[in-house]
């Protein structure tokens, strides 16, 4: 298949694919986006899962062991002990504790001096913890200084401390501290010293390694202070904090990061792993302790799956992309290679070879009535040469161009199948002596749009003829395909460059109106404007800006312009026969005298204005003969009809 670039089929397979190649590149870009966003909300939904099943787990071991440190405490205060008692009571209350909540594995009861048990001066301290299989007391002090004690005493409430390696206890821990008030002698509670719970926090280890993380991704657990305390790599835990984690991050970003999580709770936070990789990391903050766990995606791994999706969503819609051009290449060369036969068998026909070929296309589609055409006119041709020899060539010329002119046109909107409610027309032609190409059309684009077009070929006899047939069928065919005056004009005018072997061009004005509100867009080239005869009688000219001739020049632009009608207004449209008339003084009829002939026509109908416009060119002309065609076309706009 050879690939014309100058032809009508490649130029509108070009049109078609740059029209479908951003349908294409929308719908990719669309859908590759909400793909994406699919996917990262399906990981991120996956990290809140595996996030709220361990922070709940967490919390409520730490709830636990929150609401027992405060329990112990308040009966400490409110029961007056002997030292014997509170040893008794703590290794009884250590012992029932751990059956429900294991990882406690320590209590402290430490006093102000003064408030402690019975017989006892000073300070004192007193650490019950669980060893092997038992529980023991022992003695501890200098313990007013220390941070645990401090800051209870400093805050008079409960705290979580910093977990820590313990040194009774060794293995990490993290201790609840809660104050114990007792009432003076006034009814006053009085500060009288700190309990701790000592909690085991070792499980989390065995707790972080085991957990499934899609994506090479990984737990970690972070404390009050972003220490971690607990993470794939050991030898990370107690020794780094959450810096390590996004070392490329700046000061700023680590306390958006700290805001975030006192204030959204969760979230995602784009930082860095301690390996200096790029990493995705879905927080969720426990109330409970206020520590953080932290759900952390090596970044090339969190966007994977999106990438490959992407990778094959490309592939498909390449895929499809190459199918739909070679389809839409197919399709146009093999629905324009009639065009192509009817070309070179017009060709040959203006080379006088009557013997040529004329492709057999059936159906009424506009190509099989151009390939009709040429089958009359070539058996015009024939018998116009077998009995009119011995008449005068430029004489049978004529004839046979008026022939052709007036027998091919049609005479009102019955024979052309496009007449309804909103509007009316009638067209009106009358070819000189010297008979040339000038012409009128009118169909239907659908039910709601109608075309309307007068034109004018430069030039006599029967290349104006041809010119008029071929350009009247490609305008037709191209408004098919087109919406736009000014794109089927660019492609009529392209189309008919190629084939203009007599240089004949061609005035032309064309215009799609709107049967539903009267909206017009036109276009004209190089034509005559239009008149428009207003439903209260007044008459001006359209207001149209002409552009070049057609088939004056390769790829000229036309413009698109518009008017409105409105109901009851009705539009002339002429060529330049009309308004070139001559009378024997050798004036022109002009434009003022056809817009006083239309003022004058009053509420007359589109036939009745032809005539009356016609009657007047005869008184003005008298016997004078016209040397140029005389072209008409009146269009009425009646509006679409009220609703019942």
Known sequence: MKINVHGLAFKQSMAVFAGISIVFAALFLFSNSQIQGKLSQMLLQKGEEVSRANVALINKLFSSGRTFGEDVAYNIGNKKMSAAELDDYLLRTLSGVRATVPQVVAMVAAFEPGMAPKGIDGEYMRLAYFSGDSTTVINGGNYHEKIWYKSTKDSLKGIWQEPFIGDFIKEPIVIFTTPIFREDYNGEKKFAGVLCVDISIA?????????????????????????????????????????????????????????????????????????????????????????????????????????????????????????????????????????????????????????????????????????????????????????QKDMDRSKRDLEFSRGIQLGILSKNEMEEGCGDNRHALAPFLLPAQNAGGDYYDFFKLDDDHLAVLVADVAGKGIPATLVMLVSRVVIRTLALHHTSVAEIFNETNDGLMSHNRDQLFVTAWMGILDLRNGHMEFASAGHKAPAILRKDGSVSFVNSVPDIALVVKEDCTYNAQTLDLNPGDTLFMYTDGVTGARNADGETFGKDNLLRALADCGDRAPAEINSFVKERLDHFTGDVRQLDDMAMLSVRYDGAPEKA
Do not use: C
């Open 203 to 387: 499980f989390l280890k065995d707790m972080i390694a085991n957990m499934p993380v899609s994506n090479d991704g990984y737990a970690v657990v972070l404390s009050a202070s972003n220490m971690i305390i607990a993470h794939p790599k050991n030898e990370l835990t107690f020794k780094a904090n959450f810096a390590s984690l996004s070392r490329n991050a700046s000061h700023k970003r680590l306390v958006e990061f700290e805001n975030a999580v006192h204030s959204m709770k969760n979230g995602l936070f784009l930082g860095s792993s301690v390996d200096g990789e790029d990493a995705a990391i879905y927080f969720t903050a426990m109330e409970s302790i206020d520590w953080t766990f932290l759900i952390v995606w090596p970044a090339h791994k969190f966007m994977e799956e999106q990438r490959s999706v992407s990778h094959m969503y490309a592939w498909i819609t390449f895929g499809g992309y190459a199918i739909v051009f070679v389809l839409i290449l197919v399709i146009t060369f093999r629905a324009s290679r009639p065009l192509k036969s009817l070309a070179v068998a017009a060709d040959k026909l203006g080379e006088g070879d009557f013997s040529v070929t004329i492709p057999d296309l059936t159906g009424r589609d506009e190509v099989s009535q151009l390939a009709g055409a040429f089958k009359k006119m070539r058996t015009s041709l024939q018998t116009f040469i077998e009995t």
